[in-house]
């Protein structure tokens, strides 16, 4: 397997999201862990910069769209546009929309031994 295809286990923590090639990998906790790719639907930002939130969500690093790392799907639109960071209702529910739509790809990441392997 290449060495994109899996990392070492020690390297996610519960809540934490790395880049593996065009994969977004992270631990939801209790060794939950999901791959999907690593561009956001709002703004293209790299998902791998992302966290993961109580809710076991990806968390998009620009402005905090939240994804179903289980579905790909965005469950919570962006709170800002380019460089603005607040509310933005009308514009907000359109790129959720979207978002539900134009899903994330999702891979399966398994953990193997000290690896977590992506599937």
């Known amino acids: 397997m290449s060495e994109p295809d899996r990392m070492?286990?020690?390297d996610l923590p519960p809540g934490t999201v790395r880049r593996s090639g065009d994969w977004a990998v992270g631990n939801r906790g209790d060794d939950r862990y999901f791959a999907v790719s690593r561009r956001c639907r709002h703004q293209l930002a790299?998902?791998?910069?992302?966290?993961v939130d109580a809710d076991g969500c990806l968390v998009c690093p620009w402005h905090q769209s939240r994804y179903d790392v289980?579905?790909?799907?965005m469950v919570e639109g962006p709170r800002g546009f380019l460089s603005y960071h607040g509310p933005?209702?009308?514009y907000t529910q359109a790129v959720a929309a979207f978002g539900r739509l134009v899903r994330l790809r999702i891979r399966r990441a398994v953990r193997t031994g000290d690896d977590v392997v992506l599937e």
């Open 70 to 73: 289980r579905t790909g799907e």
């Open 88 to 90: 933005t209702p009308v």
């Open 46 to 51: 790299d998902l791998a910069g992302g966290t």
């Open 8 to 10: 070492a286990a020690a």
